[in-house]
């Protein structure tokens, strides 16, 4: 899509940009000076849900830094089926790796819900770096703790049985969406066809598994919502 666009198109819910990026994790630290350097060399752009941002393999020339919504990073499997690795949503970015290491994008990135997201350069991340080292080092902490969660994420995808599956991708969904720029705690943007990529199921799969767990009370899904009723029960799943 086009990175033009005007607020009646899209929305009224254009992020403010300077807002974006000290939300940021890897910016909290960073001097005015920094941001400012940021705030300059990045804008805002928009992704329409299913949209790719860029695929595997190609040369990295941006860091998307997600203001509003979910991204997904996945990788083809050799059997030819796309595997979910991550979800990023407000606050963290994605392609910091291939930013850091100067590689290509390792995963591809595609926008599970529309989404916000600020469109930062690589050259401009790396002389941010140069710059101020403390963004290197939030990079690392940043890439090591993402690590560690998609560790579990695919943990979670790794067990033949769907329900199991089914609740680490609706919980890492609610994970992702447990920023501080996050003002609410209203239902999940989801939607069950994108569950169900998330969790490599069919969409009839997850439809007669939500209509059970909200039999049970458990979730009450709406028009591509997904509101967790009962925590514990949906963690419970996975014991």
């Not at 003002?183 to 939500?210: F, G, H, K, N, W």
Request: charged share 25%.
């Amino acid at each position: 899509m086009d990175d033009r666009f005007e607020d009646d198109e899209l929305g009224s819910h254009m992020p403010d940009l300077q807002v974006v990026i000290r939300a940021c994790g890897l910016c909290r630290q960073a001097s005015d000076e920094t941001i400012l350097l940021l705030e300059e060399g990045c804008h805002l752009a928009h992704a329409d849900r299913g949209e790719i941002l860029w695929t595997a393999g190609t040369v990295a020339r941006f860091v998307a830094i997600v203001a509003d919504g979910m991204i997904r990073l996945a990788r083809r499997a050799p059997h030819a089926h796309e595997v979910v690795v991550e979800l990023v949503g407000p606050g963290s970015c994605a392609g910091i790796l291939a930013a850091v290491s100067e590689g290509p994008y390792a995963l591809t990135a595609s926008a599970v819900t529309p989404t916000w997201y600020l469109k930062l350069p690589t050259s401009v991340w790396r002389r941010a770096m140069r710059k101020e080292p403390n963004l290197y080092k939030s990079a690392m902490e940043e890439l090591r703790h993402r690590l560690l969660q998609s560790y579990d994420f695919l943990g979670g995808m790794a067990t033949c049985a769907v329900e199991p599956r089914l609740a680490a991708a609706l919980l890492s969904v609610h994970e992702v969406f447990r920023s501080p720029f996050v003002e609410t705690d209203e239902a999940l943007p989801i939607s069950r066809q994108s569950l169900a990529e998330i969790a490599s199921t069919s969409v009839e799969t997850v439809i007669r598994t939500t209509t059970k767990w909200q039999n049970k009370g458990w979730i009450r899904a709406g028009y591509r919502t997904i509101s967790i009723l009962d925590m514990e029960a949906i963690r419970g799943i996975l014991a």
